[in-house]
């Protein structure tokens, strides 16, 4: 079983240009959530998919979109990069909530994204 | 708006003994409750989590307590050891009634350092 993993590792982009972060979620997940951490802050919530739809979605700009694919693959744009979106973008996978409520998210490794 | 709070940014605890580390939440909707455990350069590793139902739940040297009425958790490391030196996060989410999906919202983490 291979676990949540995410491309690239580290990626420089300067203000205003676009982006496209990758992510491979653990097998047999069917949703994915995406979260950004700001240094020194917690992961915040952007947004997250279930079976290729989207639901849910944090308070980020539309700037930020997302995709998910048939194999449960995600992908995250941000567009008009500012200098305020440099921070870590976590990916996490995860069955659909249980009747119990249990809600386990798996994260990758993370993108750290810079912008000049 | 910080629904979840870690207001200890550091706790540094000698090897052998307990680390307590804190949590605070506001949303009395939240029902579920997760650590994580995060080292440099990595993401998140889910560590034990807590269904609203239960006030404790053990795993090995992790147990996590639950006090609804006071909208507190903790979690508890016995023995603490060198290895468990690295940034705690806790989490939190509600189960939304006719969803199967939940976003996480995390505190900003405490810095467990466990000296020799």
């Known amino acids: 079983e291979t676990g949540v993993t995410q491309s690239p590792t580290h990626l420089i982009k300067t203000r205003g240009q676009q982006v496209t972060l990758r992510c491979s979620s653990q097998?047999?997940?069917?949703?994915v959530s995406w979260y950004q951490q700001a240094l020194g802050q917690g992961p915040q919530f952007i947004f997250q998919?279930?079976?290729?739809?989207?639901?849910g979605r944090g308070n980020f700009p539309p700037r930020f979109s997302g995709l998910q694919f048939p194999n449960y693959s995600s992908e995250l744009n941000v567009n008009a990069l500012e200098l305020d979106d440099s921070a870590l973008y976590l990916c996490?996978?995860?069955?659909?909530?249980?009747?119990?409520?249990?809600?386990?998210?798996?994260f990758g490794p993370g993108t750290r994204l810079t912008v000049l | 708006d910080q629904q979840v709070k870690q207001n200890s940014p550091s706790l540094s605890v000698q090897e052998g003994r307990i680390s307590i580390l804190n949590c605070d939440y506001t949303?009395?909707?939240?029902?579920?409750f997760l650590w994580y455990k995060k080292y440099p350069a990595e993401g998140p590793t889910f560590l034990i989590s807590?269904?609203?139902?239960?006030d404790k739940n053990e795993d090995g040297r992790f147990t996590v307590f639950l006090n609804k009425s006071a909208k507190h958790l903790s979690l508890h490391i016995v023995p603490s050891q060198p290895g468990d030196s690295a940034v705690y996060f806790c989490?939190?989410?509600?189960?939304?009634?006719?969803?199967?999906?939940?976003?996480?919202?995390f505190g900003r983490g405490t810095q467990l350092t466990v000296w020799p």
């Open positions: 097998s047999g997940h069917n949703t």
């Open positions: 949303n009395s909707m939240f029902d579920y």
């Open positions: 998919y279930y079976r290729e739809e989207k639901n």
């Open positions: 996490a996978s995860s069955l659909a909530l249980t009747p119990s409520g249990a809600n386990e998210q798996f």
């Open positions: 807590i269904s609203s139902i239960k």
């Open positions: 989490a939190a989410s509600a189960a939304d009634r006719g969803s199967t999906l939940g976003r996480l919202y």
